[in-house]
């Protein structure tokens, strides 16, 4: 059974504070990667990694950095939480690319507050 | 960089009935077309897709068209269920998948 989960389902920080959010997949996904889930806005991508150690920016990745150290693990941090982050952040991973199925696997989310 | 706008945002139907979803792109390039049902407080999962070389796929009650021409593709659900009643987002793709460009979602109910 396809897995990706991630480390909290309910986070409350305080503005200034440094975030890590943690994405683990178990199907030997070449692709991983961060989303954030805004009311009206749908999926926005912030960043996106085809490889270890290997990372590229999605289309808002002001105010975040990636690691991406393991093939399993991919790690979304907030260098310094701000109000503004608060939202659903959604970590999905897929097969690399030329696989005839590419679908990407959605891990459960986990909801940010920065107060 | 490609856009994907999605149309309506809300969407209400009765329980038999037929629901129509549609997105636009700009992308030219694009070439991979997934949709993604996303139930209340549950993670997004894909229930169909299409490539650009394919005008239509179905499955079961739920058919994707793709009017290359002019840029648009759009979800057909047919007799409506409750369980159908969730968010859906459409997506793009220019290389087969490997990145998507979400739309920001339509949210559908079904009234019994």
């Known amino acids: 059974d396809v897995k990706v989960t991630q480390s909290s389902r309910y986070l409350v920080k305080r503005t200034g504070e440094k975030v890590f959010l943690e994405c683990v997949q178990d199907?030997?996904?070449?692709?991983m990667f961060w989303y954030r889930q805004d009311p009206g806005l749908g999926l926005r991508l912030i960043y996106f990694?085809?490889?270890?150690?290997?990372?590229e920016k999605g289309d808002i990745p002001e105010g975040y950095s990636v690691s991406r150290e393991k093939k399993e693990r991919f790690s979304l941090i907030l260098e310094s939480a701000s109000t503004n982050q608060t939202s659903m952040y959604l970590c999905?991973?897929?097969?690399?690319?030329?696989?005839?199925?590419?679908?990407?696997?959605f891990g459960p989310g986990t909801r940010l507050t920065v107060l | 960089g490609e856009n994907v706008e999605q149309h309506p945002s809300t969407l209400s139907v009765q329980e038999g009935d037929s629901a129509v979803i549609k997105c636009t792109y700009s992308?030219?390039?694009?070439?991979?077309f997934p949709w993604y049902k996303q139930e209340l407080g549950k993670r997004p999962q894909l229930i169909i897709d299409?490539?650009?070389?394919?005008g239509e796929k179905k499955d079961q009650r739920i058919a994707v068209t793709l009017n290359k021409t002019a840029k648009h593709f759009s979800l057909h659900i047919t007799e409506t269920q409750p369980e159908d009643s969730a968010v859906y987002f459409c997506?793009?793709?220019?290389?087969?998948?490997?990145?998507?460009?979400f739309g920001p979602g339509t949210r559908l109910s079904v009234l019994p």
């Open positions: 199907m030997d996904h070449e692709n």
């Open positions: 299409i490539r650009s070389n394919v």
């Open positions: 999905a991973s897929s097969l690399l690319l030329g696989a005839n199925h590419n679908e990407q696997f």
């Open positions: 992308d030219s390039a694009s070439n991979y």
């Open positions: 990694s085809y490889d270890v150690k290997m990372k």
């Open positions: 997506a793009a793709s220019r290389d087969y998948g490997q990145n998507f460009v």
